[in-house]
DNA sequence: GAATTTACCGAAACCGGTTTAGTAAAGGAG
DNA sequence: CTCCTTTACTAAACCGGTTTCGGTAAATTC
């Protein structure tokens, strides 16, 4: 079928082994050689097997990252950052799309413990016992991304700083005069450290806590932004004196402005809204949204820095990394 | 380091072709024996080696998936499609993010035939001379997706059929009343035949055509609405009795939108604006666009699936596949 | 009871690279 | 001239599966 290795050997009159030292730049190999087998490589359309290399060097340098939803471009954001600092140093990454189910968590693992993988990237939408007894059993170095994993896996983990970024922002609506400010909470387990940080600035500052939290299952966009419009529904009702909303997210904060549309109140003039996770298109003047940017790239840039140490054993157990965010100022929030 | 086959055959006293078999589910293997076997797998922790069962057998189940921009959440989309048919055939993808760039396009290519996929879905650009040769000397089967090979290529191809698309949606703005419709090009291949068919229209029709083409490189997204702006701008000025428009894709109607709102328009009392591609936050009260939906899932699974057929021989050169597309009608179009 | 079939399993070659250990020739030092 | 390095290369083992070819023993056929 395809030349081998040995093909190219024979027809420039060496032995397999040079031409393997070649291909990998050994230096005790003269010019003329080389040049030789350069030729022969040219001339046979050689292009070596990546499956036997990777069989007799002990690694694939390959390194599996998982999405959780394929359709969230904010993971395709992360794992874009990820890719650009693996593929400088010589790995390709093996994307899973996880559509939010833990079996196909599960056999993903597997399927990296199949190819040997040497590497992983996982986001698990939650931590269950049975992930973390996989990970341990297929023995491939791991870092956890935007879930933090228990303290006791040992598994380090990168991820925003929520909680400072929610001081930040809550910050910021203070002084624009705000004093009655809401909160849409998002039901994960990011949702409940934006939520912590929100209670207890709202304690330091001895204003009244009015986080709101609609417990449907949010894992499509059209079911966040629905939780975000009965939110600003019960926000209305129960706290009609609010001023400002800031929502977990920026899907939560869109459908708290329809339904403020559906109730004719104008953002910002009736009401400031601000979201977190800087969606692309909250951009455009209908929404000229205020909301708290994670770089999400940079996010993957960490993470795949991180399993770069563990992998080439320069770090064997990394300390969590919690990056900074910043805020987004636009003109869904004015001074009160 | 790892458990192997021959670890296996040893624990239980068989040779390693015997557990070789029990794994591939062979028939002539005693139950007792394959009892034993299991018993041993399980007690050593045994998972075969994939990279070395793709060297023995000459194939990989690796399917290679180009998605030209990672952020756009289109291409994930059809992604996801292909990637469900063929993981239920027994195929993992592999995704290369191309990011908009041909040498990435090429180097995916280059990958692809050292780790020999067994075969590719690719997504170019545009089809260069040095492509195609590529894609001729890699000797992998290969299933085109939306962008068209020069049919002497033989690289068969899936897309919608914008063409007929497009008739029907110019068909719908005429049974609404509309005799005024401009067309903001999309400046792309497909946007090319998308304006064929307009201007075919309107020649049956006998109503003048309207195009207005921004030529500025679109290849993102914000750049995509900022022709859509320009595009509206120019057809206001240059037609200013239009009564509706009809955007090549969604980021060109928004960016139309967001300048008929500056000018003081509005949609659809002023102007009837139709899109393209079902963009998901389209659906937003805002927009509430009326757009040519593409089904993109279906895309996907198509070529998967015509891929296969390719693959496991049971079919050397199908046909092109053009999908049929369908209108979802919103409230930005109504009578004239 | 001999011949043939069938069920079950093993030895060894093979896939296409890498790596180790070692060698012949050339060059340099004494 | 001998000894020691260095340079440039090779033969063969190895990675961990699969596959081919066959062999033995039991079962079946005649």
Redesign the pocket.
Same mark, same amino acid.
């Given at each position: 079928? #395809?030349? %081998? +290795?040995? =093909? /190219? *050997?024979k027809f420039c009159? /060496? #032995?397999? @082994? %040079? /031409? @393997?030292?070649v291909?990998?730049g050994y230096? =005790? +190999? @003269? !010019? !003329? %050689? *080389?040049a030789r087998v350069y030729a022969a490589i040219e001339k046979l359309d050689?292009?070596?097997?990546n %499956? *036997?290399?990777m069989? @007799?060097?002990?690694n694939t340098r390959l390194i599996g990252l998982t999405i959780p939803d394929i359709k969230d471009p904010f993971f395709s954001e992360n794992a874009a950052g990820a890719e650009k600092l693996l593929q400088e140093n010589g790995y390709q990454i093996f994307y899973g799309n996880m559509e939010r189910s833990s079996e196909k968590l599960l056999s993903f693992l597997q399927q990296a413990r199949q190819m040997r993988f040497d590497g992983l990237i996982i986001t698990p939408d939650e931590w269950t016992e049975e992930l973390l007894n996989t990970l341990q059993r297929i023995h491939i170095p791991v870092v956890a991304l935007r879930r933090r994993p228990p303290q006791s896996s040992g598994v380090p983990f990168v991820d925003n700083d929520h909680y400072r970024g929610v001081m930040e922002m809550m910050t910021y609506l203070s002084d624009l005069g705000h004093t009655k400010i809401a909160h849409i909470v998002l039901p994960t387990g990011i949702g409940e450290i934006r939520r912590e940080a929100y209670r207890d600035y709202c304690r330091i500052r001895g204003i009244e806590a009015r986080d709101v939290k609609i417990d449907l299952p949010a894992n499509k966009l059209d079911q966040a932004r629905e939780n975000g419009y009965r939110a600003m529904q019960r926000i209305l009702a129960d706290y009609p004196d609010t001023t400002a909303v800031f929502a977990a997210t920026d899907q939560l904060a869109i459908g708290a402005m329809v339904y403020l549309r559906e109730a004719g109140l104008s953002v910002p003039r009736d009401m400031s809204v601000a979201g977190a996770n800087d969606m692309e298109y909250t951009s455009l003047p209908w929404f000229d949204l205020t909301t708290l940017s994670l770089n999400r790239a940079e996010m993957g840039r960490a993470a795949a820095q991180m399993l770069l140490d563990i992998i080439e054993n320069r770090q064997t157990h990394p300390e969590n990394l919690l990056l900074g965010t910043s805020i987004i100022v636009r003109g869904s929030t004015i001074k009160k």
């Open positions: 079928m #395809s030349a %081998t +290795i040995r =093909d /190219v *050997a009159g /060496v #032995s397999a @082994s %040079t /031409v @393997s030292r291909l990998n230096t =005790d +190999i @003269s !010019e !003329e %050689t *080389a050689f292009v070596p097997n %499956t *036997a290399r069989l @007799s060097k002990k």
